[in-house]
């Protein structure tokens, strides 16, 4: 039924019973119908016996019986039923009747038995008297058996059940209907609250106003709650794009400023200066692109792989190669520290590589002479330490925030730890910051440590 409309799902739901309840109906009515013919019948059959009974006399020494017409025009029906009669002795000898009928096991306190039987191939309803023929010196008893076919009995449990059955069917009908307007009315809010949404701007994400029940309307908390969190995620970034921009704007322009003054030159050596500076400043943007694009894709969830088994001390180790000989060169101690097995957690490869590459880039663009990563397994967890200035406590958590630098001596862009950040709680990481060295007041450094799920 997942493909049915919820309108369709409940008038299904609401029509079963009622259809269930119809045939229960339908099938009590058949058998009351029966019930009710046969009553009526076995009435009959009740009073000609007892008609017969009354006209049973002696007569030559034994049982005699003068049959009255009409006896048995009181069963006579206009269908043409056949009736049959006979007179039985105490001793259970046929005496007289126009057929012989068997006998019905007596009941108790009731000289009257009825009971269904077959008599010479033909099912007939069959009613048996017993009476006591009392005289001033004899006493003696016998049985009154008076059977009836079927057809009047059929005819009249067809008529009773037809009127029952139209009956039933009216009430069903109009029952049915009454379910399907419940059902269209029930749903109504509900069509209110589709077309509420259908109207509206798709631009806009202003909370639904519509007086609804109290199922639909924790229904509109709901939207409402997301909504409320869309116009947060659009405002966050809206504020990045618009941090974004002024962050590429002003290198961009000083890449521009820098080039026109430098066409104005005619000297080489302030061309030499110029160039270099344009390389600095392109280098930089160039970083703060990847980063603005890292940053990007990592708040994209649908681009984001499943996660595999990722060795912590491999992923160290090769970032740690790739970037030796760049730091190398600008006189940073860069080394590592990992076990001799392997750790292994579930994670995305390259995202864990970015963060690493942002913490390795982040000590080194902020003052650090000595960076060393560490990887260790009980819990497993990355650490990158450095020997720089460090962040003031009350700073470091600002410090996760897009954009957001502590201080403004160093060449980094504000982006690194936001992206660590997120890739951090991508992997339910616990990301902490802390003075690598407190002893040293002038040169605390900083200790970031990423400690990863023990049942990852």
Known sequence: MSHLSLYRRLTIWLLFPLVLLVAIMLLQAWFASREAADRAFDRLLDAASLSIAEQVRWQQSRLWMDLPPSALEMLATDAEERVFYALYDAQGRFVTGNRSLPSLPARDGNRMSYGDVISGDMPVRLGVLRARLEGWDRSDRFEVRVAQTREGREALANQLFLASLINIVIIAGLAMVVVLLSARFALEPLTRLRRAIRQRNPRTLAPLELALPRELAELRQALNELLARMRRVRA?????????????????????????????????????????????????????????????????????????????????????????????????????????????????????????????????????????????????????????????????????????????????????????????????????????????????????????????
């Open 236 to 456: 966050n970034q809206e504020r990045f794009i618009g941090d974004a921009s002024h962050q590429l704007r002003t290198p961009l322009a000083g890449l521009s400023a820098r080039a026109e003054l430098a066409m104005r030159q005619s000297d080489p050596d302030a061309w030499r200066e110029a160039l270099a500076t344009m390389h600095g400043t392109a280098t930089h943007t160039a970083r703060l692109a990847g980063q603005l694009l890292s940053l990007t894709r990592l708040n994209n969830p649908e681009a984001t792989p499943a996660k595999q088994a990722v060795d912590l001390a491999a992923l160290a180790q090769r970032c740690v190669r790739a970037a030796f000989s760049r730091h190398h060169r600008q006189g940073i101690d860069l080394g590592v520290e990992i076990p001799e097995q392997a750790v292994v957690v579930l994670g995305n490869d390259w995202q864990l590589e970015e963060a690493l590459n942002n913490l390795i880039d982040n000590a080194s663009l902020y003052g650090a002479s000595q960076i060393t990563v560490q990887v260790t397994d009980a819990p497993p967890r990355l650490v990158v330490r450095d020997d720089g200035p460090g962040i003031p406590e009350p700073q470091r958590l600002l410090m996760l925030r897009p954009f957001h630098r502590g201080q403004q001596t160093g060449d980094g862009s504000g982006l690194g730890l936001a992206i660590v950040d997120s890739i951090a709680r991508a992997h339910d990481i616990r990301l902490s910051l802390q003075a690598a060295r407190p002893g040293d007041p002038e040169r605390p450094g900083l200790s970031i440590a990423l400690t990863f799920p023990v049942n990852a």
